[in-house]
């Protein structure tokens, strides 16, 4: 079973003018008891540490992206763009900031469009290619980056205060070993989706078939 949340951990946050509980408040992902028997070629704890990241990385952005928006009035990748862009010792491309930051040529642009109206960063024309631009930070850009960086480090220990500094180092060992299976699997062909299932007789019950 998902444990109980503590009264501090389920504060209700608000979007879209309704209150909802913090995604972090939900706890670790569980299935149920009858998992692999409805997935023989699956793995009960696989599906439950697998969606268990995935909830806990969209909430530790999410954690961040809240104190960002108060600070600053921007979500989350703008400021990730921002320190991109200052931390890199040099101009950069639209298409280099958009390769580090992981996202789309078209969401980069609409970034920095965001940080140019901020006055945070200046767009000019690249010397070596006319077809292209350059980012330049601006000191406005510098001391934004210079509140929201060490802002960020703070949330990030508070966090993970949650673990002592060998379990820290242990987590760190077990990520580096997913995300090198993950690698691998990125470099591979999509796999098609595909697989026995063997459907649980509870849910048509609850659809009110036999």
Do not use: C
């Amino acid at each position: 079973m998902t444990p109980e949340p503590s009264t501090r951990a389920a504060r209700r946050t608000k979007r879209g003018g309704r209150d909802r509980p913090a995604l972090a408040a939900l706890g670790v992902v569980s299935v149920d008891a009858d998992f692999e028997a409805e997935y023989p070629e699956g793995n009960a704890t696989s599906t439950e540490a697998y969606a268990s990241l995935v909830r806990t990385g969209e909430a530790l952005l999410g954690a961040l992206d809240r104190s960002i928006q108060a600070t600053f009035g921007v979500p989350q990748p703008v400021i990730t763009a921002l320190a991109v862009i200052d931390g890199a010792g040099e101009l950069l491309t639209p298409s280099q900031i958009s390769e580090r930051v992981l996202v789309s040529g078209a969401t980069m642009t609409s970034t920095l469009d965001i940080l140019e109206d901020r006055g945070w960063i200046r767009r000019l024309p690249n010397p070596d290619d006319r077809r292209s631009l350059l980012v330049e930070i601006t000191d406005a850009g510098r001391a934004a980056a210079d509140q929201a960086l060490p802002g960020i480090r703070s949330i990030e220990r508070r966090i993970m205060s949650a673990l002592s500094e060998a379990q820290r180092r242990s987590l760190l060992g077990m990520l580096s070993k997913v995300l090198t299976e993950a690698a691998e699997v990125a470099s591979e062909a999509p796999v098609s989706l595909a697989g026995p299932r063997v459907r649980p007789a509870r849910l048509d019950a609850a659809h009110g078939s036999s």
